[in-house]
């Protein structure tokens, strides 16, 4: 039982370049849930996902995309990365409560 | 959205000392999770607690959702205690961050 799983753990981009990151839940959870964490912060919610087909915008949506075609898959896209979005990514799954959360994705753009 | 607000910022203790954390939301709360940040960045689930008071171990949490706020004991702290710590109160299929209070502790 892998619960969740992010890939991939580092990433370095250019400006202007696009990526996908994968999440991945194996405990069919319904709720699927995209963060940012910048450093000295908490998380703050970029795109959720209550369900296979569904997607909504959480606090801090713009300059992503995300999709959630299988129940246990869940993935972010950044379509032309900037600077501002270097930042660790944190994949989260759940019932109703609790989250369980993946170990994050480090990305930086230069 | 909800507004949390957690205090201290910054808390160093001796080990061996206890200590209160103590989190604030602005609105009502369907439920409410504590974190645990390692120096590895992994969020560890401490409890979840919509209401009341659990206990693990030398931790335990309440939370009074009436009056929008949550706390966290830490007794007889160790260094491996360390780390920052989140509340989590979740709205409407969503749970939002305080900023988190960073714990250090000294041997």
């Known amino acids: 039982n892998a619960g969740v799983t992010q890939t991939p753990k580092f990433r370095v981009l250019k400006t202007g370049q696009s990526m996908t990151l994968l999440c991945a839940q194996d405990?069919?959870?319904?709720?699927m849930y995209w963060y940012r964490q910048d450093p000295g912060m908490g998380l703050r919610l970029i795109h959720y996902?209550?369900?296979?087909?569904?997607?909504a915008k959480g606090e801090v949506p713009d300059g992503y995309n995300v999709s959630r075609l299988k129940k246990q898959n869940f993935l972010l896209g950044l379509e032309s990365a900037a600077p501002s979005q270097t930042s660790v990514y944190f994949c989260?799954?759940?019932?109703?409560?609790?989250?369980?959360f993946g170990n994050g994705t480090r990305l930086t753009v230069t | 959205g909800i507004q949390v607000e957690q205090s201290p910022p910054d808390l160093i203790l001796q080990e061996g000392a206890n200590s209160t954390l103590r989190c604030n939301f602005s609105?009502?709360?369907?439920?409410l999770q504590w974190f645990h940040q390692n120096p590895w960045g992994q969020l560890i689930n401490l409890f979840y607690i919509p209401s009341g008071t659990k206990q693990n171990g030398r931790l335990s949490a309440t939370t009074v959702a009436t009056e929008r706020y949550s706390l966290l004991y830490i007794s007889s702290s160790q260094t491996t205690d360390s780390g920052v710590y989140f509340c989590a109160p979740r709205n409407a299929g969503k749970s939002t961050f305080g900023d988190g209070t960073t714990l250090t502790v000294k041997p």
């Open positions: 609105d009502s709360v369907n439920n």
């Open positions: 996902s209550v369900g296979e087909g569904t997607t």
């Open positions: 989260a799954s759940g019932p109703a409560s609790p989250l369980h």
């Open positions: 405990m069919n959870h319904e709720y």
